[in-house]
């Protein structure tokens, strides 16, 4: 038996040191709440992070989810030492720049709450600019949406949530990816109106099938990745991000398939980045669109390239 006991205490050591959040664990065992809120606050500061009070709130709501944090904090509500080390274990993968929403497992966007994994970009608050444009030029009769690089399902999840009457087919190379917009599709009640496919942008996809196309697609300068914040280099999908050598390779295969896939009269919206919309425009106009437009994000940058498929 005392074999038995020692071999369970063994297992047990190896699991608590397994665990990423242990040495925070120990550096909180003699504090309160309050005191765990100010040293977590400091040490996601140090770490680099920006909105280190608000990324805090957000852990300890997760972690702890008392209907009332504040009374929390204040010892009115007790919490239990497992909560504490869930925090912990959070606050760990935080301190390591993971991103927030994959720390949490979930994103708002537009009106929705996505999940959120490693095997898809964190949808932006930006890209709700091109959910926006797309609504108020929505066409007469529209039923069906294509999205090109659909990913967690944002973009196609938020517009087929505004417009009861249409359908929409999310595209993209990932197969992980898709699994995330399925599952999206489903925690939003939209699955029956929503179909998901592996696929290389709209390569073999029925001809003029589609009344609006959308997509955002990577359009990061492959040269620049390596510079940008360790959440977005390190922890989100190249394939959502690398654009090639000057960040349009993707726009030039989208540009390309835009007549072939839209219905005449048809819409379309892509995501630019904020220096890109020369550049894409021309590669547009060349295909033969038409009606191109720019729209801004909330902070005034170019954001949005709209326009249509001649009619017949
Ligand atoms: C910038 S992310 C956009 C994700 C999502 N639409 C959004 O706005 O949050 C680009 C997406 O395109 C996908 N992708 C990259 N290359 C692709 C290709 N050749 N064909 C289809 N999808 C591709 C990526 O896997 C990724 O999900």
Same mark, same amino acid.
């Given at each position: 038996?005392?074999?038995?006991? %020692?071999?369970?205490?063994?297992?047990?050591?190896?699991?608590m040191?397994?665990?990423?959040?242990?040495?925070?664990?120990?550096?909180?065992? %003699?504090?309160?709440?309050? &005191?765990?809120?100010? %040293?977590?606050?400091?040490?996601? $500061?140090? #770490? +680099?992070?920006?909105? &280190?009070?608000?990324?805090?709130?957000?852990?300890?709501?997760? @972690?702890?989810? /008392?209907?009332?944090?504040? *009374? *929390?904090?204040? $010892?009115?509500?007790? !919490?239990?030492?497992q909560? =504490?080390?869930?925090?912990?274990?959070? @606050?760990?993968?935080?301190?390591?720049?993971?991103p927030?929403?994959?720390?949490l497992?979930?994103?708002?966007?537009?009106?929705?709450?996505?999940? =959120?994994? /490693?095997? !898809?970009?964190?949808?932006?608050?930006?890209?709700? @600019?091109?959910?926006?444009?797309?609504?108020?030029?929505?066409?007469?009769?529209?039923?069906?949406?294509?999205?090109? $690089?659909?990913?967690?399902? #944002?973009?196609?999840?938020?517009?087929?949530?505004e417009?009861?009457? @249409?359908?929409? =087919?999310?595209?993209?190379?990932?197969?992980?990816a898709l699994?995330?917009?399925?599952?999206?599709?489903?925690?939003?009640?939209?699955?029956?109106?929503?179909?998901?496919?592996? +696929?290389?942008?709209?390569?073999?996809?029925?001809?003029?099938?589609?009344?609006?196309? !959308?997509?955002?697609?990577?359009y990061?300068?492959?040269?620049?990745?390596? +510079?940008? *914040?360790?959440? =977005?280099?390190?922890?989100?999908?190249?394939? &959502?991000? %690398?654009?090639?050598?000057? $960040?349009?390779?993707?726009?030039?295969?989208? *540009? +390309?398939?835009?007549?072939?896939?839209?219905? /005449?009269?048809?819409?379309?919206?892509?995501?630019?980045?904020?220096?890109?919309?020369?550049? !894409?425009?021309?590669?547009?106009?060349?295909?033969?669109?038409?009606?191109?437009?720019?729209?801004?994000?909330?902070?005034?940058?170019?954001?949005?390239?709209?326009?249509?498929?001649?009619?017949?």
């Amino acid at each position: 038996l005392s074999g038995e006991f %020692d071999n369970l205490v063994d297992a047990a050591r190896a699991d608590m040191s397994a665990r990423p959040g242990l040495s925070l664990c120990e550096a909180w065992r %003699d504090l309160d709440l309050a &005191a765990i809120r100010r %040293d977590l606050i400091k040490r996601l $500061g140090q #770490a +680099g992070i920006d909105e &280190a009070e608000i990324d805090t709130r957000y852990l300890m709501r997760h @972690a702890l989810r /008392p209907d009332d944090l504040t *009374a *929390a904090l204040a $010892g009115e509500v007790l !919490v239990s030492w497992q909560q =504490v080390s869930e925090l912990a274990d959070l @606050a760990s993968a935080r301190l390591q720049r993971q991103p927030l929403s994959q720390v949490l497992g979930t994103q708002p966007f537009w009106t929705l709450d996505l999940r =959120v994994t /490693p095997d !898809v970009l964190t949808p932006r608050s930006d890209t709700e @600019a091109l959910v926006e444009a797309v609504l108020a030029r929505w066409p007469e009769n529209t039923t069906r949406v294509l999205d090109l $690089g659909t990913g967690s399902g #944002a973009i196609l999840l938020a517009l087929l949530s505004e417009r009861g009457e @249409a359908t929409g =087919v999310g595209v993209d190379l990932s197969r992980k990816a898709l699994e995330v917009a399925q599952g999206n599709a489903s925690i939003c009640s939209l699955s029956d109106r929503a179909c998901f496919v592996e +696929g290389r942008w709209g390569n073999g996809l029925e001809p003029h099938a589609f009344d609006i196309v !959308v997509s955002n697609p990577p359009y990061i300068v492959s040269d620049v990745l390596a +510079g940008l *914040a360790p959440e =977005v280099r390190d922890y989100e999908p190249a394939l &959502a991000l %690398d654009g090639g050598d000057d $960040g349009l390779d993707a726009y030039r295969e989208i *540009a +390309g398939q835009l007549e072939t896939l839209l219905a /005449p009269g048809g819409l379309f919206a892509l995501e630019i980045g904020y220096d890109q919309a020369q550049s !894409v425009s021309g590669l547009l106009e060349r295909a033969g669109l038409q009606q191109i437009e720019c729209v801004t994000d909330l902070s005034g940058n170019d954001r949005v390239l709209l326009g249509r498929m001649s009619e017949l």
